[in-house]
């Protein structure tokens, strides 16, 4: 285990977004069988209480604020559709990934579109009330950075 930093606040080790799936078994297959998220463990308790963990690859926390977000829906739908959260996952093709989700029951939102960020973005409503992006990047972090807009503030 890595020591605590010295110059500033602990080290997150890992983000875990915890979404309550009325329907258990279909957001497990779907998520699980049909995206494709490798399961790190599973538990069940008593009630018939269960949990499935897994694995998302590299986890980020993107913060937006409403023109942005407003932004993102219009670029990649065409009108305000997202709740205030969307979980969005970076697969290698967008279009396969879009067409097995749909035919493991989401709903398309809007089909793989450009977006001025260098990525296929395609939208859609899958279990457990998530809205979801999945996007395929068309550029390197490098070639993205050399564009106007992109980059950190100074």
Known sequence: MDAPRADGPPTVRQLRLVVEAEDY??????FRDALG???QAAYSGGDG?????????????????PAQKRLIDEVEVGRQ???RL?????????R???????AAGATEVAP????????????????????????Q??????????????????
């Open 112 to 135: 793989p579109t450009v977006t001025p960020w260098q990525s296929l973005n395609a939208r859609l409503d899958g279990p457990a009330g998530l809205h979801l992006t999945v996007f």
């Open 37 to 39: 998220l490798p399961e």
């Open 49 to 65: 209480a269960r949990v499935v963990i897994l694995e998302a690859g590299r986890a980020t926390l993107e913060l937006a604020n």
């Open 81 to 83: 559709v997202a709740p």
């Open 96 to 102: 396969a990934a879009a067409e097995r989700l749909v």
């Open 86 to 94: 969307r979980v969005a996952f970076e697969v290698d093709d967008s």
């Open 25 to 30: 078994d279909t957001a497990v297959a779907f």
């Open 137 to 154: 990047e068309l550029r390197s972090p490098a070639e993205r950075e050399a564009l106007d807009g992109f980059g950190t503030d100074s």
